[in-house]
C-alpha cells in the first residue's frame, strides 16, 4: 500500500488563512488530495488531541501514511505536547514531517534527537523563566513591595464585615453592600 499525505494547516484567528501552508507543502512536493487536507482555525494554545480537526485527522490515519506540517507549532501549543503528538501518531505507523525542520521524519532517529534537542530547550527556557520570576519576587519582597492583587476593601471596612459576618449577615448582602463578589467577603473572613 502506497503512503497517503495528509496536511495539517491552523491558523489562530479567523482573518488569518492557511492558503500559504498550503502551498508550501505543494511547494514541498507532496501531491495532496484535497480531501486530505485538514484546515482549521484555533488557538494554539489549545492541546493538538482538543482540536476537533485535528482529532478528526487523527482518526483518519492509518499506519504507514504522512502527515505533513510546515512548522512544528501546528502539531501543539508546546514541547510537550508537539512531542506526546508524535509519539502517538508514530506508535500508530503514521510518519509526521515538518518542512521548517528540513521535512525531516519526526518519529525517525534523526527526527527523535531533534525532538529530544527541541524539549530540552524549551524545558530550560521554562526553568530560566521560573527562576528569573522567583528572584524578581524575591527582589520585590527585599524592597518591601508588597505582591499580589491591591486590596480593594479597606482595613476598616474588613473589620466591618467580620463584625457583620459574626452577627449573621449573608455572604450575599454584605457582598452587594461593598460592590464586591461573595468569594471576597469569604477571603475577608479567612484572613482573620
Known sequence: MMS???AYCRVSTGDQTTDNQVREIEGAGFAL???RIVTETVSGSIAAMERKGFAK???RLEGGDILIVTKLDRLGRNAMDV???????AKDGVRVHCLALGGVDLTSPAGKMTMGVI???AEFE???LIERTQSGLSRAKAAGKTLGRPMVLTNEQQQAIRSARAAGASLGVLAKQYSVSRA???RVEKRT
Not at 83 to 89: E, F
Request: glycine share 0%.
Open 4 to 6: 497517503r499525505p495528509f
Open 33 to 35: 488530495d484535497p480531501k
Open 57 to 59: 485527522l487523527v482518526d
Open 83 to 89: 512531542r506526546a503528538t508524535v509519539d502517538r501518531l
Open 119 to 121: 524539549a530540552a530547550v
Open 126 to 128: 521554562r526553568d530560566l
Open 184 to 186: 471576597a467577603i469569604q
